[in-house]
């Protein structure tokens, strides 16, 4: 029966709170802060992380009743039939209704200091379990964002690959025209054709990669099958992209301090070193006050329910006290695991502390890594657009061959990849950087 109520009482506080994760949906196009808070609000992950929460405030509300006395009420009701022998010398059955009554209470009065510091052990749970949301949210944040961040990406790389096949219809039909003109071989115009049919199934390719970065990120949303989406693709200039990234430094001593995970895991090296006191209080002695007040009646009294419920008044209190003097070592083995559930933890603190460490440095690299490639490939850009550019020229009027076109294009679009692929590392980077400092993620 406890049980029962206790997850009723769980599913009466978890319900609302699950109905009030729904955000209504943008009308418009969805730009990446309305993604994020929309997934913050309705990723499964994050919903059952809320969910455990709200468990652990029920669990701490369990734990601090305890102090409290308890109180139970019992009734036993009995209906009794039994044959008697007479002073005839024969039998007569009788039926007899009986009841008892009684009220119950029992409070402890010390136990070693473990109530209290199970109480002070689960309010740190709950405030762990508050730090795991976060870390949920901080997790389905940057999700979001790379997912966004890669939709970008590939809708760019879309326009250049476009761009690239009206420039290749272009040469086709120039090359057509030299063709008939007797100027350039056919072979030189079957290499120009297989070009064009290749960026036409580059084109198809980087269709197909866009529309999965959709759907990647409509799933992290959890939107259904019959939901319209369409992201906001804002303009990204250099001035996004070679911002000044903070200091490695500065980064990481902030992220030490606001990451919802250093802070879970300075928790629970604390729950672990309360866990050790609890298990030794099991050494000290526990008192406990019990009382208790019972009754009864009987139909073959022939006493009114009342006086028989008054003269069987039986009222009992009394003190109990519990000595613990050997226990198979339960005891000592119980704090031998709790030292070393705390040793544990604080190696996972120190390991929490070094991954930290590593993500803020991978990203710092990498900002400055992406904006030295973006510079490079900007000059590559100019320099090899320029190259290919003259080179046409030279086709047209039949002093550069087909290899050489071919080769100037393809190195004027790789580098232009190139700097699309540093452009969105280095923005990527960047944002999750300034993340890490406890700021919003924006475009």
């Keep these: 029966m406890n049980k029962r109520i206790h997850i009723t009482t769980i599913i009466l506080i978890i319900i609302p709170s699950l109905v009030g994760f729904s955000q209504e949906k943008p009308t418009s196009s969805w730009t990446l802060r309305e993604c994020i808070e ?4 309705n990723n499964i992950q994050v919903q059952t992380t809320r969910a455990n929460s709200e468990s652990a405030k029920v669990d701490l509300l369990t734990s601090k009743a305890q102090l409290f006395p308890s109180l139970i009420f019992s009734s036993d009701q009995g209906l009794s039939h039994q044959k008697t022998e007479q002073a005839d010398g024969s039998y007569e059955g009788q039926s007899a209704y009986s009841g008892s009554y009684s009220l119950s209470a029992g409070v402890s009065l010390y136990n070693g200091g473990r109530l209290t510091r199970s109480i002070r052990q689960q309010e740190m749970n709950t405030e762990a379990m508050e730090y795991q949301v ?25 326009k250049t690959n476009r761009l690239t096949v009206e420039t290749s219809q272009a040469d086709l039909q120039r090359s057509k025209a030299l063709l008939e003109a007797g100027q350039i071989a056919e072979s030189d115009y079957a290499q120009i054709e297989a070009q064009y049919y290749n960026d036409l199934y580059q084109v198809t390719i980087a269709e197909n990669t866009l529309a999965s970065a959709k759907l990647d990120l409509k799933q992290l949303l959890e939107l259904d099958i019959d939901d319209p989406f369409e992201i906001h693709f804002p303009e990204l200039d250099d001035t996004q992209v070679l911002k000044q990234a903070p200091s490695l430094e500065e980064v990481y001593r902030t992220a030490l301090e606001v990451m919802p995970e250093m802070q879970n895991s300075r928790l629970n090296v604390s729950a672990a070193e309360l866990e050790e006191k609890i298990a030794a209080s099991d050494r000290l002695p526990s008192v406990s006050l019990n009382a208790s007040v019972s009754t009864g009646h009987n139909s073959q009294d022939d006493t009114s329910f009342g006086k028989q419920l008054n003269h069987r008044l039986s009222e009992n209190i009394g003190l109990s006290i519990s ?27 120190i390991s929490t502390r070094k991954t930290l460490l590593k993500t803020v440095e991978t990203l710092h690299q990498n900002v400055l890594s992406a904006q030295s490639r973006y510079q490079a490939a900007a000059n590559s850009v100019k320099s090899a657009s320029t190259s290919y550019r003259l080179v046409q020229e030279q086709f047209n009027a039949g002093m550069a061959n087909t290899v050489e076109l071919l080769t100037e294009k393809n190195n004027y679009l790789s580098a232009l990849q190139e700097q699309i692929q540093a452009k969105f590392d280095a923005i990527l980077s960047l944002k999750l950087l300034n993340f890490y400092q406890n700021q919003p993620i924006e475009l």
């Design 134 to 158: 976060a870390m949920a949210e901080n997790d389905i944040e940057i999700s979001v964002t790379e997912a966004y961040l890669q939709i970008l990406y590939a809708s760019e790389s879309l």
């Design 323 to 349: 000595i613990p003097i050997a226990q198979n070592r339960q005891t000592k083995s119980a704090v031998e695991k709790a030292r070393l559930a705390t040793e544990t933890a604080r190696l996972e603190e």
């Design 38 to 41: 929309y997934a913050r609000k």
